[in-house]
């Protein structure tokens, strides 16, 4: 996690661009991912995209000078009131906890998270302060293992209905 | 249709009258017996078997010296059938050849040896099917064996059954053969017996033409290759590269929180001290997957079955005899976990699940070479994290079960699981004494969490895999014949009454096996998780033509049809009725030797979680709730 805690000095555009194209690449590598493409999109933002826990490819929009990374309609039918999505934003929230092991939590000094659902679509958003890129990119793909763990847990008609996940 | 035929002052006169006249049929009614030929047949005494012998003889030989320790069967196949059950081998028959195939699934899981099941040729064989592919996913060493009418009248269609057998276990077992050169039928016993004594194990499927069955050998000189099993197969296993061992080491010294995840390999090749030994060593947390449980004791401070929230912080994972592999995001452990995994297998390790290392062996001599090999280390703050997440995990579930009890028109799940656990393994029995079948559907999601594992062989996993519903009675069956006689993993808990859990979709398939439970006194406690319905009703709920399609009569008396099977009956409809109710039974056990079922009255809404929170439940793998994997 280089670059954590790092100072005051900002990561330049291209700094933070190669660590989080490393950090995706590393887990492309080792087989997490079933595979990884790039592409940039205007505004000087680039889209990834990777096969990983469901059948369908995660999203994720990196914009190297804001420091910012929405993974991008991560879940989708999340209706209002529902409890799917009571339940899934507090446990997005509640991942900044300082009660939680440093390595399950995300470190607010590091990087701020947020997340939004327009017309039923959960979207997420960290934004990486000062050199911190590296740190969010990874948290940012804990984040979504650990909301997968969570509907899985106690979630599970969510799962069925939305993943394609066994119902027995 | 009664009260049709009467008409209304009729039905009047049958309802005031009905009550006493079938209290007094009741009374007239000849008791329930076990027929005497059964003493007898204990107390018969056993013939050598030797030459000269038929061919079923001889294969029924081979099974003896290779330590077939049951055969599970229905009636057909009388010649092998019977040729087994001469040789001592404790054989049991049941109502239909699915569930017997399942009683035998369920004995090696419970036991770790080897057992036989057989069926009759045609319809005996294919209703054997579905249990032996259950079998084939649970990695269950299950012999299959079957009767094949004639070669000779092969393709013929003369009289009924003729079907070629073997194609219809393509995909669901290890080995398979239809025998038709008699000599070498002690030969092909040395072909199933190296399949089902090496490796992964799977079911080995073997169908005998009456020819090879009946077949008449004066001496060895009529049979081929008819020598002693040391000469056909080895006992020796694989064991591990010593570079392979060294980078395992590296791996795990240098982790901050490594795990181990125990599976079935760990239990066939009983590698329990290995595993232990290492664990303690190294301080490494150990969790549990598979077809069983309790190779690691669940009341280990570094046990993490029941601290599920810990899987996520891994760094490190030790896969162990992981036959069935889980994709990744199937196991909870973390996108920046490593793996290693130890398998006997070359060319199943890779599959699905990445890995940093892979080291073929025998698992029960890797972890001891690992266990040899490294260094004492102390993870302290990673077992107390596990600690805390155990915490939470109790936390949580006596929160479900103060829940459940303010259920009171039902038992509630939590209700149920936690009941269980208090008397089986919290109050004055020994908390490793019993051995639970653990099945059910919908209610498994709630037992799993209350019961743990305090040693090899005590919590049988009943939908592993395969995630079929309907095998739990006759598994029941298995696993109660291998406590009985004290097999294997089950010695030491020889004759112990053991409980079976079970939903009241999955007890429809095989309740007539009640009455094999009954008529060998097998001493089974079977409860019943009475939802009136499918597990799958309430994805169903808004779907107002199609929904009778998920559900039963409401209220159905499984206890009365347990107690017309010759077993003990209880009916709970309240929770404070759930103790009272297990103490019985359990005494019914030990004075008796008599099955019981514990028919608990639920409702199906339990599984609507904005009516009756928490509602359905979800799971987590490995550990406590994992079925999949």
Same mark, same amino acid.
């Given at each position: 996690?280089?670059?954590?805690?790092?100072?005051?000095?900002?990561?330049?555009?291209?700094?933070?661009?190669?660590?989080?194209?490393?950090?995706?690449?590393?887990?492309?590598?080792?087989?997490?991912?079933?595979?990884?493409?790039?592409?940039?999109?205007?505004?000087?933002?680039?889209?990834?995209?990777?096969?990983?826990? +469901?059948?369908?490819?995660? +999203?994720?929009?990196?914009?190297?000078?804001?420091?910012?990374?929405?993974?991008?309609?991560?879940?989708?039918?999340?209706?209002?009131?529902?409890?799917?999505?009571?339940?899934?934003?507090?446990?997005?929230?509640?991942? +900044?906890?300082?009660?939680?092991?440093?390595?399950?939590?995300?470190?607010?000094?590091?990087?701020?998270?947020?997340?939004?659902?327009?017309?039923?679509?959960?979207?997420?958003?960290?934004?990486?302060?000062?050199?911190?890129?590296?740190?969010?990119?990874?948290?940012?793909?804990?984040?979504?293992?650990?909301?997968?763990?969570?509907?899985? +847990?106690?979630?599970?008609?969510?799962?069925?209905?939305?993943?394609?996940?066994?119902?027995? | 249709?009664?009260?049709?035929?009467?008409?209304?002052?009729?039905?009047?006169?049958?309802?005031?009258?009905?009550?006493?006249?079938?209290?007094?049929?009741?009374?007239?009614?000849?008791?329930?017996?076990?027929?005497?030929?059964?003493?007898?047949?204990?107390?018969?005494?056993?013939?050598?078997?030797?030459?000269?012998?038929?061919?079923?003889?001889?294969?029924?030989?081979?099974?003896?010296?290779?330590?077939?320790?049951?055969?599970?069967?229905?009636?057909?196949?009388?010649?092998?059938?019977?040729?087994?059950?001469?040789?001592?081998?404790?054989?049991?028959?049941?109502?239909?050849?699915?569930?017997?195939?399942?009683?035998?699934?369920?004995?090696?899981?419970?036991?770790?040896?080897?057992?036989?099941?057989?069926?009759?040729?045609?319809?005996?064989?294919?209703?054997?099917?579905?249990?032996?592919?259950?079998?084939?996913?649970?990695?269950?060493?299950?012999?299959?064996?079957?009767?094949?009418?004639?070669?000779?009248?092969?393709?013929?269609?003369?009289?009924?059954?003729?079907?070629?057998?073997?194609?219809?276990?393509?995909?669901?077992?290890?080995?398979?053969?239809?025998?038709?050169?008699?000599?070498?039928?002690?030969?092909?016993?040395?072909?199933?017996?190296?399949?089902?004594?090496?490796?992964?194990?799977?079911?080995?499927?073997?169908?005998?033409?009456?020819?090879?069955?009946?077949?008449?050998?004066?001496? @060895?000189?009529?049979?081929?290759?008819?020598?002693?099993?040391?000469?056909?197969?080895?006992?020796?296993?694989?064991?591990?590269?010593?570079?392979?061992?060294?980078?395992?080491?590296?791996?795990?010294?240098?982790?901050?929180?490594?795990?181990?995840?125990?599976?079935?390999?760990?239990?066939?090749?009983?590698?329990?001290?290995?595993?232990?030994?290492?664990?303690?060593?190294?301080?490494?947390?150990?969790?549990?997957?598979?077809?069983?449980?309790?190779?690691?004791?669940?009341?280990?401070?570094?046990?993490?079955?029941?601290?599920?929230? @810990?899987?996520?912080?891994?760094?490190?994972?030790?896969?162990?005899?992981?036959?069935?592999?889980?994709?990744?995001?199937?196991?909870?452990?973390?996108?920046?976990?490593?793996?290693?995994?130890?398998?006997?297998?070359?060319?199943?390790?890779?599959?699905?699940?990445?890995?940093?290392?892979?080291?073929?062996?025998?698992?029960?001599?890797?972890?001891?070479?690992?266990?040899?090999?490294?260094?004492?280390?102390?993870?302290?703050?990673?077992?107390?994290?596990?600690?805390?997440?155990?915490?939470?995990?109790?936390?949580?579930?006596?929160?479900?079960?103060?829940?459940?009890?303010?259920?009171?028109?039902?038992?509630?799940?939590?209700?149920?699981?936690?009941?269980?656990?208090?008397?089986?393994?919290?109050?004055?029995?020994?908390?490793?004494?019993?051995?639970?079948?653990?099945?059910?559907?919908?209610?498994?999601?709630?037992?799993?969490?209350?019961?743990?594992?305090?040693?090899?062989?005590?919590?049988?996993?009943?939908?592993?895999?395969?995630?079929?519903?309907?095998?739990?009675?006759?598994?029941?069956?298995?696993?109660?014949?291998?406590?009985?006689?004290?097999?294997?993993?089950?010695?030491?808990?020889?004759?112990?009454?053991?409980?079976?859990?079970?939903?009241?979709?999955?007890?429809?398939?095989?309740?007539?096996?009640?009455?094999?439970?009954?008529?060998?006194?097998?001493?089974?406690?079977?409860?019943?998780?009475?939802?009136?319905?499918?597990?799958?009703?309430?994805?169903?709920?808004?779907?107002?033509?199609?929904?009778?399609?998920?559900?039963?009569?409401?209220?159905?008396?499984?206890?009365?049809?347990?107690?017309?099977?010759?077993?003990?009956?209880?009916?709970?409809?309240?929770?404070?009725?759930?103790?009272?109710?297990?103490?019985?039974?359990?005494?019914?056990?030990?004075?008796?030797?008599?099955?019981?079922?514990?028919?608990?009255?639920?409702?199906?809404?339990?599984?609507?979680?904005?009516?009756?929170?928490?509602?359905?439940?979800?799971?987590?793998?490995?550990?406590?709730?994992?079925?999949?994997?």
């Amino acid at each position: 996690m280089g670059g954590r805690h790092g100072g005051r000095s900002r990561v330049s555009g291209k700094e933070g661009l190669t660590a989080v194209r490393k950090r995706l690449q590393s887990y492309a590598d080792r087989g997490v991912f079933r595979g990884l493409a790039e592409e940039p999109l205007r505004g000087s933002r680039y889209r990834f995209k990777f096969l990983w826990l +469901t059948s369908a490819p995660f +999203t994720l929009v990196y914009a190297p000078k804001s420091g910012s990374i929405v993974i991008r309609d991560l879940l989708p039918n999340l209706g209002p009131r529902t409890a799917v999505r009571k339940g899934i934003r507090a446990f997005i929230l509640s991942r +900044t906890d300082g009660a939680l092991p440093e390595h399950r939590r995300i470190d607010v000094r590091c990087v701020n998270v947020a997340c939004e659902v327009r017309r039923g679509l959960l979207s997420v958003k960290l934004v990486a302060k000062r050199r911190d890129h590296d740190y969010a990119v990874n948290r940012a793909v804990n984040l979504i293992h650990e909301i997968f763990v969570q509907l899985h +847990t106690y979630f599970p008609e969510y799962m069925w209905e939305n993943f394609d996940v066994p119902e027995e | 249709m009664r009260q049709a035929v009467l008409g209304s002052a009729g039905a009047t006169a049958a309802a005031f009258g009905g009550a006493e006249a079938a209290r007094a049929a009741e009374e007239d009614a000849k008791p329930i017996t076990i027929p005497s030929e059964f003493e007898q047949a204990k107390r018969a005494p056993l013939e050598p078997v030797d030459f000269p012998m038929s061919g079923a003889q001889v294969f029924a030989r081979a099974c003896k010296e290779e330590g077939v320790e049951a055969l599970f069967c229905c009636p057909g196949n009388y010649d092998v059938v019977h040729a087994i059950a001469n040789t001592g081998i404790p054989t049991y028959s049941g109502r239909h050849e699915g569930s017997l195939c399942h009683a035998a699934d369920a004995f090696c899981r419970a036991t770790g040896e080897v057992a036989a099941t057989s069926g009759t040729e045609g319809p005996g064989f294919t209703a054997m099917i579905g249990a032996i592919s259950a079998a084939n996913s649970a990695r269950s060493p299950i012999l299959v064996l079957a009767s094949n009418k004639t070669i000779f009248s092969e393709d013929t269609e003369q009289g009924i059954q003729d079907q070629y057998q073997q194609p219809l276990t393509e995909g669901i077992k290890k080995y398979g053969k239809r025998l038709i050169t008699p000599a070498r039928t002690w030969e092909y016993a040395g072909y199933a017996f190296r399949q089902l004594r090496s490796g992964v194990p799977k079911p080995v499927h073997i169908d005998f033409p009456a020819e090879v069955a009946r077949a008449r050998f004066d001496d @060895a000189a009529d049979l081929e290759f008819f020598y002693d099993k040391t000469k056909y197969r080895t006992d020796t296993k694989p064991y591990p590269d010593p570079k392979a061992i060294d980078r395992a080491v590296e791996l795990l010294r240098d982790a901050e929180r490594p795990i181990i995840v125990s599976s079935n390999g760990v239990f066939y090749s009983k590698a329990w001290s290995a595993l232990k030994r290492l664990a303690e060593r190294a301080q490494i947390p150990v969790v549990e997957s598979g077809a069983m449980k309790g190779q690691f004791s669940g009341a280990h401070e570094l046990s993490v079955d029941a601290a599920p929230m @810990a899987l996520l912080s891994a760094d490190v994972v030790l896969l162990v005899g992981q036959y069935c592999m889980p994709t990744l995001g199937e196991f909870a452990f973390g996108p920046d976990a490593r793996y290693i995994r130890i398998d006997p297998d070359a060319e199943d390790i890779g599959r699905n699940l990445p890995i940093d290392l892979g080291i073929v062996s025998d698992e029960r001599a890797a972890l001891e070479a690992l266990a040899d090999a490294m260094p004492r280390q102390k993870h302290d703050a990673w077992v107390a994290e596990v600690a805390a997440a155990r915490e939470a995990f109790d936390a949580e579930n006596e929160e479900y079960y103060q829940t459940g009890l303010g259920y009171t028109d039902a038992v509630h799940p939590a209700v149920i699981g936690k009941e269980l656990a208090e008397f089986l393994q919290n109050g004055d029995i020994p908390r490793d004494r019993t051995t639970i079948m653990q099945g059910g559907y919908g209610i498994a999601r709630y037992t799993r969490r209350y019961l743990r594992a305090y040693r090899p062989g005590q919590i049988i996993n009943g939908a592993y895999q395969y995630g079929a519903i309907g095998p739990d009675v006759g598994y029941t069956v298995g696993v109660a014949a291998a406590v009985r006689h004290g097999i294997g993993a089950q010695a030491d808990f020889k004759g112990h009454p053991i409980v079976a859990i079970t939903g009241d979709a999955g007890f429809g398939y095989t309740a007539m096996e009640l009455e094999t439970l009954s008529k060998y006194r097998l001493p089974a406690i079977l409860v019943v998780y009475n939802n009136n319905a499918w597990g799958t009703w309430s994805g169903q709920r808004n779907n107002t033509v199609g929904l009778p399609v998920h559900l039963f009569q409401e209220n159905l008396r499984y206890d009365k049809l347990g107690e017309a099977l010759g077993t003990h009956g209880e009916y709970v409809t309240k929770a404070s009725e759930m103790r009272p109710a297990l103490e019985r039974a359990y005494q019914v056990a030990l004075d008796e030797s008599r099955p019981s079922i514990i028919n608990v009255q639920a409702k199906k809404e339990f599984w609507l979680r904005d009516q009756y929170p928490p509602g359905f439940l979800g799971k987590i793998e490995p550990g406590l709730m994992s079925y999949y994997h």
